[in-house]
């Protein structure tokens, strides 16, 4: 089977090579997963949020997207020591919480993250569930879970202009929780 792509204009696209922002030209027949374009441009961070909660408590992150035509996309992976649930928000209300700094993939340009992301915010309204409960740990060790986690082509495409809520509710006591974020904006 033979794929042709063309642009806009009509004209054939030749998939092989692309000139990166440096206008080099990138060897031809490399196949460059999304996750590594991202990371090369400068426009994928990451940062890691771990602390300990008891039952009925919660561990917020909430991630505010900018109003722009840019493609955000966020892969997000969570664990527990012990039980917890998982739930994902949108058009969120928030106030308040501690900034995350989010580490740039690309050590050798200053690129900042588009969005806001924060650990523990108040929430006046959660928003919409978008995504439903997932199940966390076991009182048996780590629990990752399997369908928020991923790279960026399992990853959950973000609305500008919007808050989003990571949720995760302890059902035991002593549960050290971790939420890993992935952001990728702007391609």
Same mark, same amino acid.
């Given at each position: ?20 922002? #440096? ?8 196949? $460059?997963? @999304?996750?590594?374009? $991202? ?10 949020? &771990?602390?300990? @909660? ?26 527990? !020591?012990?039980?917890? =649930? ?6 969120? !209300? ?5 900034? =995350? ?14 969005? !806001? ?11 919409? @569930? ?11 060790? $780590?629990? =990752? !879970? ?9 990853? @959950? ?9 990571? &949720?995760?509710?302890?059902?035991? #006591? ?14």
């Amino acid at each position: 089977m033979t794929v042709s792509v063309k642009d806009y204009g009509g004209q054939q696209v030749d998939l092989r090579s692309h000139p990166d922002e #440096s206008g080099e030209e990138i060897p031809e027949n490399v196949s $460059w997963p @999304i996750e590594l374009a $991202w990371a090369l441009s400068g426009k994928r961070f990451m940062q890691t949020v &771990e602390t300990t @909660i008891g039952s009925n408590e919660y561990e917020r992150v909430s991630v505010t997207t900018p109003a722009t035509t840019a493609v955000i996309a966020l892969a997000l992976s969570a664990r527990s !020591t012990a039980g917890a =649930v998982m739930t994902v928000y949108e058009d969120a !209300t928030v106030t308040g919480g501690t900034p =995350v700094v989010m580490r740039n993939f690309n050590r050798n340009l200053p690129d900042t993250t588009l969005s !806001t992301v924060l650990v523990n915010p108040s929430v006046s309204d959660p928003g919409d @569930i978008i995504f439903p409960s997932v199940a966390l740990g076991s009182t048996t060790g $780590w629990g =990752v !879970t399997t369908d928020v986690a991923g790279d960026a082509a399992g990853a @959950i495409r973000l609305k500008p202009n919007s808050t989003y809520i990571f &949720e995760i509710e302890s059902t035991a #006591s002593s549960n050290a929780v971790t939420m890993s974020i992935d952001l990728m904006e702007g391609i």
